[in-house]
Structure formats: structure tokens, C-alpha cells
């Protein structure tokens, strides 16, 4: 899967929320499992640029991948967070006062907060796995990943009006 089918899916991720630059557009929600198919569609991309740009040795992959696993899930985890800060922002945003805005500020914040804490601990796992060098490769094609997933967020996402 190329890198713009993963931001095509991270649209229709988006699009899940229900909100558009034009309001006025309603999309019809997709189920849970539709969700949860994305999702998977999402993350086997990330696996295979991952895969494709760290170019493990065998006993690096085997090591490796049992580690990225956990850290996926507690990704999907914060990320579900994140999905709800901003489907609580597209159902509020018409109507949003100071304190429902400082209440989803404080929200992202977690966020943001939660995945560099994630990534903090899992730097020694990830070194043991595949030493610090290969470690900080991981952390680079990571970051990007993430970066290009929030890039395509922020694009879909009208700011406050």
C-alpha cells in the first residue's frame, strides 16, 4: 500500500467524525466494523512501510515486530482518544463556548501528552530489540508516519469559528 493510500484512508477516518469544510454536507456515519476495517487497513500500511524502510535482518524482524505489536496497540489506544476530542469537536463546533474549547484543548494536550510517553517508554524495549542505532531509524520513520497522519487531520478539520 502506498503512502497516498494511507492518506486516503486517514480521510475517510476523518470523514467518520462527520464534519466536512461545509458543514452543510452529511456524510452518513460508518459502522464500528467499518471503522475497525480501516483502522486495520491503516496500520497494515504503517507495517509495511515500516517493514519496507527499516529492511530488518531476520533476527531484527524477530525480534522487532513481537515489540511494535504492543506499542501499535497502545498507539490505537491514544488514538481512539483522539478520534473522540475530535468528534467531540465536530459536534460542538457551531455552538462551542470558552470552556468547551479549553476542555477539548486540555484533551488534545493529553493526547500529545500520552503518545511522546508512550514513545519515551518504549525507546529501551525498541533498543534492545534492535539497538540504538536501528532504534532511532524506527523513531524517524515513526514520527514521519504520525506527522503525515496529523498533516491530513489538520486539513480535514475546520478551525474554530
Known sequence: MKVSQIFL?????VGVSGFAQDMSVQAKPLSDSDI??????????????IKDTMQFTDPQAAAFWPVYKEYAAQQHVIAEKRL?????????METLDDATANSLIQRMLQVEADT???????????????G?????????????????INIQLASQIPLVP
Open 9 to 13: 484512508i486517514v480521510i475517510l477516518l
Open 36 to 49: 475497525n476495517l480501516l483502522r486495520q487497513d491503516v496500520q497494515q500500511a504503517k507495517n509495511k512501510i
Open 84 to 92: 473522540k476530542v475530535i468528534t467531540d469537536y465536530a459536534q460542538k
Open 116 to 130: 511522546l510517553a508512550l514513545r519515551k517508554s518504549y525507546l529501551p524495549k525498541f533498543e534492545k530489540a534492535i
Open 132 to 148: 540504538g542505532k536501528m532504534a532511532a531509524k524506527f523513531y524517524q520513520v515513526d514520527n514521519r508516519l504520525d506527522m503525515m
